[in-house]
């Protein structure tokens, strides 16, 4: 009964360096998507996958890169970290254009850039 | 502008009272759908409610209802007979249009805590 993993679930970079962060459903769902939530504040969509093969900016992409492994996998990777990127990754699932919309969150990646 | 507001940064609630969690959004597209998802100290996001623009009912999940007002593009969370385990973040939260899939806009979220 996973649902949606994500890997790691805490991360300590430096200005600079770079790393991936990898997320996996289960629930064979064809969208997946990336969200950061600053301190106090909401989440905000990173980037998007409406099926395999897609990907697409959200809100916030700079500084992101993404892939769409296969329908189960979607990462995201940071280039070259810097400190306004220090946040709690979600990565979330869901079918697209379901009546209800609901998103399947992973339980999120605490990221710290000094 | 925002399009999802969330005016009540926190919230007190005695044990056992209801809430009103307040959420207005803003948009120009007919279909929309409206959520909400709390957020315990945890950090994992649980959703509790829908609402599709063009339900005629107000939506109900159990303690949880959402109070929609279209005219005034509200639509508030009311938790009845509140728990202490409802002491958590509460986010409001928006689909726009019928070919947005399901990305959602959140609005910055309300904590609720609950006294025993």
């Known amino acids: 009964n996973a649902g949606v993993t994500q890997t790691p679930k805490f991360q300590v970079l430096k200005t600079g360096q770079s790393m991936t962060l990898q997320c996996a459903q289960d629930m064979n769902h064809n969208s997946m998507y990336w969200y950061r939530q600053d301190p106090g504040m909401g989440l905000r969509l990173i980037y998007y996958s409406a099926s395999e093969g897609t990907t697409d900016k959200g809100e916030v992409p700079n500084g992101y890169n993404v892939s769409r492994l296969n329908k189960r996998e979607f990462s995201l990777r940071l280039e070259s970290a810097a400190p306004s990127q220090t946040s709690v990754y979600f990565c979330?699932?869901?079918?697209?254009?379901?009546?209800?919309?609901?998103?399947?969150f992973g339980e999120g990646s605490r990221l710290t850039v000094l | 502008a925002q399009k999802i507001t969330q005016t009540q940064p926190g919230m007190f609630v005695q044990e056992k009272e209801a809430v009103t969690l307040d959420c207005t959004y803003d948009?120009?597209?007919?279909?929309?759908?409206l959520f909400w998802y709390k957020q315990p100290s945890s950090g994992e996001m649980i959703f509790l409610i829908y609402?599709?623009?063009?339900?005629?009912q107000n939506a109900t999940e159990g303690r949880y209802s959402l109070n929609f007002q279209k005219a005034r593009k509200s639509a508030n969370l009311v938790i009845s007979a509140s728990q202490l385990g409802d002491s958590a973040m509460y986010f409001c939260?928006?689909?726009?249009?019928?070919?947005?899939?399901?990305?959602?806009?959140f609005g910055g979220g309300t904590r609720l805590m609950v006294k025993p």
């Open positions: 948009t120009s597209d007919p279909s929309y759908g």
């Open positions: 609402q599709g623009s063009y339900d005629q």
């Open positions: 939260a928006m689909r726009e249009g019928d070919n947005a899939g399901n990305m959602l806009t």
């Open positions: 979330a699932s869901s079918v697209w254009l379901a009546n209800t919309g609901e998103l399947f």
